[in-house]
């Protein structure tokens, strides 16, 4: 079934970079159909931040029959416990494959606001080190931007979703606009001086930077620190789509929002050269629609517009549309995480914590910035945190009886742990494509995903362990447990560079404004466009990115360019 109406943009996905797409294409005065594969969400119904574990059927312990059977991989990830499984996907609706023995974790959202739901709201700026990397180490190929480019946008997206954070003045993490950051606890303190003290200024330990109000902001109310954001936030508190960019986008009367639409494919008129418009698959009824528009932007997350554009191959674009370039599904990249270390900080015995506060510490990267790292290239951040341990300890200790659970009910020793955060190296050997034999729950073929870790990574998890250790015992912490777990890619979250961008056709699939070389009216503004990864939490980039491409874009679109 066609659509008669043409709107002037289409936005496939809702999710972080779906939401600022949709808020900035119809402030800018276009008319337009954002196309959300998942449910509609109604905070005041589907959020449940405030829900005590004893109202919850298995009392926060989670159905795990149910997670077997549906969420195998989603119920991996630490924010899917038995409140917030909904925010994830199934599973076995939402299959992918991978080679035997090199598996691939891969956690994805299907509802309006998609994984902004859910995410850690940790948000880093990028910098030259970044932007700069491939070009000077000679691998992949150079970003065609640069920090100047983009460091207004980092601004503009800032302004509206508020950021706390404490301003330090580094060259390799350039500062947001903050507002107020929230403060460490006592053991944070102990070991953020004790670093101070030993390692010269070169390492640095400050609060998480987070898209989480410490005061009012734009309407949105400040955090009252209850803690399990990955639940939602009635008081709008963290930024997510939801939240905040889909009702600017409302406010405008310029937005149609289409949940239950799965984009199956992007439609080519090999004639023109552009993009017509998307096809779409209702998921409740199965029936098929066609949408029309000027101009599609993809922002369905780094792997799914890949899989929409394969899905859309064409006599002309066998490989995926948009790829004449041989380069769309390469380059997969993400985090390399597991790495780091946990101990105990003595003193502050007669100190505990109050509040949740939604938010750790952040060690900003030190290797191979001012000095050369002979091991590996690039870096690693860390995030993590102190926290005293309270009775919850009694499930991982030994013990039995009377005496035992009434130790428990006094406070446990001050906990510290490093988690580092790393760079992945650009590979195009790490790639997706169609899996010729499986589809989902809607008959569209899944994807298949091949993607390792190099030796690269592997020596930055294992750096990891031993910075942690080190900063550790300079604070004098006790029973030091260093991990270098071998997990695979997909842990942290931050798939990306499926579909980069870059100066020439030949090698790279978007300009640098996120405009498909071949398809000028054909956007992908997600995860897909990095040509690195640095070794910060990406969103904030994508976001960036998104609302500076949407400039570029409505620019043309008013030169009668596009
Ligand atoms: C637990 C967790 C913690 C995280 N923490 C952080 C963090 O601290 N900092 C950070 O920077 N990042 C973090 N991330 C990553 C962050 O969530 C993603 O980088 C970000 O959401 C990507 O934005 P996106 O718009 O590309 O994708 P998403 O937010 O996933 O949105 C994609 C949307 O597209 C929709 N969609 C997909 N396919 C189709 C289709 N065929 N048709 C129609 N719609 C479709 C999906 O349903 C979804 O709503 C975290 C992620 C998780 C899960
Ligand atoms: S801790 Fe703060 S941001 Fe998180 S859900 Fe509670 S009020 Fe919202």
């Known amino acids: 079934m066609r659509d008669q109406t043409t709107y002037d943009a289409i936005v496939i996905g809702s999710g972080m970079t779906g939401g600022w797409a949709a808020k900035e294409l119809t402030e800018k005065g276009l008319k337009t159909l954002v196309l959300e594969a998942g449910r509609p969400i109604i905070p005041e119904q589907d959020y449940v931040e405030h829900v005590p574990p004893w109202e919850v059927k298995f009392r926060g312990m989670r159905d795990r029959r149910r997670e077997l059977e549906d969420q195998p991989v989603q119920s991996t990830c630490y924010a899917c416990d038995e409140w917030s499984a909904k925010f994830f996907v199934s599973d076995k609706e939402n299959p992918y494959t991978t080679e035997p023995g090199k598996p691939f974790r891969w956690i994805r959202g299907r509802q309006v606001g998609g994984r902004s739901i859910v995410w850690g709201r ?9 932007f700069e990397a491939n070009l000077r180490q000679g691998i992949a190929i150079d970003w065609p931007i640069r ?19 404490e301003a330090l003045g580094l060259p390799q993490l350039p500062d947001s606009k903050f507002l107020p950051p929230m403060d460490l606890n006592c053991s944070e303190m102990v070991v953020r001086d004790a670093i101070a003290k030993h390692f010269g ?7 998480g930077r987070v898209a989480i109000l410490t005061k009012a902001h734009r309407g949105r109310a400040a955090c009252h620190y209850c803690g399990p954001c990955e639940r939602g936030c009635i008081t709008r508190s963290y930024f997510n789509s939801v939240n905040a960019t889909l009702p600017a986008a409302e406010e405008t009367g310029r937005m149609t929002l289409r949940p239950y639409s799965v984009v199956h494919s992007v439609s080519f008129d090999a004639r023109t050269r552009r993009a017509t418009g998307v096809r779409v698959i209702d998921a409740r009824t ?9 101009v599609i932007f993809l922002c369905a997350s780094a792997l799914e517009s890949v899989r929409i554009l394969y899905n859309s191959s064409t006599s002309e674009f066998p ?22 270390a946990t101990a105990t900080i003595p003193g502050n015995e007669d100190r505990v914590i109050v509040g949740r506060r939604p938010n750790g510490i952040y060690i900003p990267r030190f290797r191979n910035v001012k000095s050369k790292q002979a091991e590996f290239l690039r870096g690693y951040g860390f995030q993590g945190g102190g926290h005293r341990e309270g009775w919850e300890r009694g499930i991982t200790q030994a013990g039995f009886g009377q005496e035992f659970k009434k130790s428990l009910r006094q406070p446990g020793p001050w906990r510290f742990t490093f988690n580092g955060f790393g760079e992945c190296l650009p590979n195009h050997g790490n790639y997706v494509e169609l899996d010729k034999e499986k589809v989902d729950a809607w008959g569209i073929p899944v994807l298949k995903i091949h993607c390792t870790w190099s030796d690269n990574e592997r020596a930055i998890r294992k ?8 900063m550790l015992a ?40 996120n405009q498909a070389h071949d398809i000028k009216n054909l956007f992908i503004t997600d995860g897909g466009a990095m040509v690195s990864s640095s070794c910060v939490n990406p969103s904030l980039t994508y976001m960036a990115l998104t609302a500076r491409a949407c400039d570029y874009a409505v620019k043309q679109m008013k030169r009668g360019e596009l």
Do not use: C
């Open 122 to 130: 940790q948000v880093y700026r990028w910098s030259d080190l970044d």
């Open 147 to 165: 920090y100047t480019d983009i460091a207004p946008w980092y601004d503009h997206v800032e302004d509206f979703i508020g950021v706390s954070g």
């Open 201 to 207: 200024g070169e390492r640095v330990l400050t609060i």
């Open 286 to 294: 199965r029936a098929s629609f066609e949408f029309r528009a000027k």
């Open 319 to 340: 490989n995926g549309l948009a790829n004449s370039s041989g380069e769309l599904g390469h380059n997969l990249m993400d985090h390399v995480k597991s790495g780091g």
């Open 463 to 470: 750096d990891m362990s031993i910075a942690a250790s080190e």
């Open 474 to 513: 300079a604070a004098g912490a006790r029973e030091i447990d260093p991990f270098a777990d071998d997990d695979p890619p997909g842990f942290a979250i931050h798939e990306m560079g499926t579909a980069r961008m870059g100066r020439d056709p030949k090698t790279s699939v978007l300009n640098s404004y």
